[in-house]
């Protein structure tokens, strides 16, 4: 591709929006936006809006491939491109595959696989996320308890495996009560510099201090599968509130969370929010009753966007997308398109520690999304070239 500079945008930067164009090299990488390189396509955007590519931090799967699903390396390294190469459609241009409670081996097949990459005209694989299987069984939601362990009974090597901790892994999710979870914490960040995430738990809010000073730094879809906020006893939850709050992800779907309470933990803390989706792999596939996989032996329902074990009210996960869920969040805390993109942006930049993309920087990836007020896309761009 030659060097491309698009002009007459809106960028969406630091939850506000600047008139300025946005000039990518050859390379697909950002740069001042004069002198212009020779030979540079010039594209009028008409006043659209530029937002940084999307980063979902929670995925399970969609087109009925799921990250905990492993039969043999070819069909599911197919999966994994195939997945990255739809996820774009929703505005996403990175990702962290999200492998759930399973057992060790299947941990130890799948995540190979899920390592950070990039193929052309795809969202970046940018680590797996592991949620699981340091889990509290009673907030088990649909993860499998017969996979659960206890952290003081169980290393973290032994159940994902060294070369994966150091290769593959960039987030975990565990339930900081559960004896011995401190120390797991500590050797994930000390020792791994994984990022640790509080989720699944029921864990009381001195259990999440103590888990934030051991090095904890976010909370997983925040008030699902946690105790519920109580004005005694906030419990994992009320650490939004806190000056120094961990980031914390919601799923913005009416299905995990009602329209008000979503409003009101991203007013708790707008510059700690992340949106998720926590799709799974019904995602673009027709309703009806679909099979289990290892993490989930039952059969599924899917009607809309919500997938419920069958003949069960158990909640599985959405079918939603993240452009979705950031328009849901325009609407419902009254916020403009410029300050809920931060939530699928640079806010899981900075969580992450991602220095290469979601934010419209100098030096930074070109991956970034044109759309209008509305929050609909019109354009996907990954590293200077348009894929959607």
Same mark, same amino acid.
């Given at each position: ?23 990518i ?21 008409k ?6 590519g ?29 997945l ?17 409670? @399973? ?14 990459s ?11 996320? @592991? ?5 509290a ?46 120390d ?139 452009d ?16 809920? @993109? ?5 806010? @899981? ?40």
């Amino acid at each position: 591709m030659p060097p491309t500079q698009l002009t007459n945008g809106r960028l969406c930067k630091g939850g506000r929006l600047v008139p300025s164009s946005l000039t990518i090299d050859v390379n697909g990488v950002i740069i001042p936006n004069s002198p212009l390189p020779q030979d540079t396509l010039i594209i009028d955007l008409k006043n659209a809006i530029i937002s940084p590519g999307f980063l979902e931090l929670q995925i399970n799967g969609a087109l009925g491939f799921h990250f905990a699903r492993y039969e043999d390396p070819k069909s599911y390294q197919a999966g994994v491109v195939t997945l990255a190469q739809y996820l774009p459609s929703t505005g996403v241009t990175g990702f962290y595959p999200t492998v759930p409670t @399973v057992a060790p081996e299947v941990f130890h097949f799948v995540l190979p696989f899920l390592m950070p990459s990039n193929q052309p005209d795809s969202a970046s694989v940018l680590g797996a996320h @592991v949620e699981g299987p340091f889990l509290a069984p009673s907030k088990k939601g649909a993860h499998d308890a017969a996979n659960m362990h206890i952290p003081a009974e169980a290393s973290l090597e032994s159940i994902y495996g060294k070369a994966n901790l150091i290769q593959s892994i960039r987030l975990v999710t565990l339930a900081p009560e559960l004896p011995g979870a401190l120390d797991h914490v500590k050797a994930l960040r000390s020792v791994y510099g994984i990022r640790v995430s509080m989720g699944h738990s029921a864990a009381n809010h001195e259990e999440g201090l103590a888990a934030i000073k051991a090095g904890a730094s976010l909370l997983t879809h925040t008030l699902n599968a946690m105790n519920p906020l109580h004005h005694r006893e906030p419990g994992l939850a009320g650490l939004i509130s806190d000056g120094s709050p961990p980031y914390f992800s919601l799923i913005a779907d009416s299905i995990h969370l009602h329209p008000r309470v979503v409003a009101l933990a991203y007013r708790s803390a707008p510059d700690h929010c992340i949106l998720i989706t926590d799709s799974i792999e019904l995602s673009g596939l027709p309703d009806g009753v679909h099979p289990g996989h290892a993490q989930i032996p039952f059969n599924q329902v899917k009607a809309g966007n919500k997938v419920t074990i069958e003949n069960t009210d158990t909640l599985i996960g959405t079918c939603i997308g993240l452009d979705e869920c950031v328009r849901n969040l325009m609407n419902w805390a009254a916020i403009p398109l410029e300050k809920a @993109v931060k939530c699928v942006t640079e806010n @899981v930049a900075d969580a992450m520690g991602l220095q290469d993309r979601g934010k419209l920087e100098l030096g930074r990836r070109g991956d970034f999304v044109i759309l209008g007020d509305d929050g609909v896309i019109r354009e996907t761009w990954i590293l200077g070239k348009r894929v959607v």
